[in-house]
């Protein structure tokens, strides 16, 4: 099983990216998947997530109104629409699979893509 995460780059605030996650080994169409991001120095951390019809997503605060998560089953894709990035957006952006969270807000994942790195100047 593969998760692997394309997209990122170097990018001016202000600007957007996208990212893309493709699974392959086996179907995640019934799966929650998601993107975190590490950023130098800090704990990985949620991003966004979203279910397995795409029908329900949940943004961290960080980003809402920014970012957006959608997904392809039939295609075995999640995706990451990136606007209005700044400067802090800056980090290592990892996909995840059969991503689960409990009552405290911890997350878990199944599987993970190797990450892409977003930099955004300023």
């Known amino acids: 099983v593969q998760l692997q995460a394309s997209g990122g780059g170097l990018v001016q605030a202000g600007g957007s990216l996208r990212l893309s996650c493709a699974a392959s080994g086996r179907t995640f169409s019934g799966s929650v998947m998601g993107w975190f991001r590490q950023a130098p120095g800090k704990e990985r951390e949620f991003v966004a997530r979203?279910?397995?019809?795409?029908?329900?997503?949940r943004y961290a605060d960080s980003v809402k109104g920014r970012f957006t998560i959608s997904r392809d089953n039939a295609k075995n894709t999640v995706s990451l629409q990136m606007y209005s990035l700044k400067p802090e957006d800056t980090a290592v952006y990892y996909c995840?699979?059969?991503?689960?969270?409990?009552?405290?807000?911890?997350?878990?994942?199944?599987?993970w893509g190797q990450g892409t790195q977003v930099t955004v100047s300023s």
């Open positions: 979203i279910n397995w019809s795409g029908t329900i997503t």
């Open positions: 995840a699979a059969d991503v689960k969270v409990d009552y405290s807000d911890s997350y878990q994942a199944g599987y």
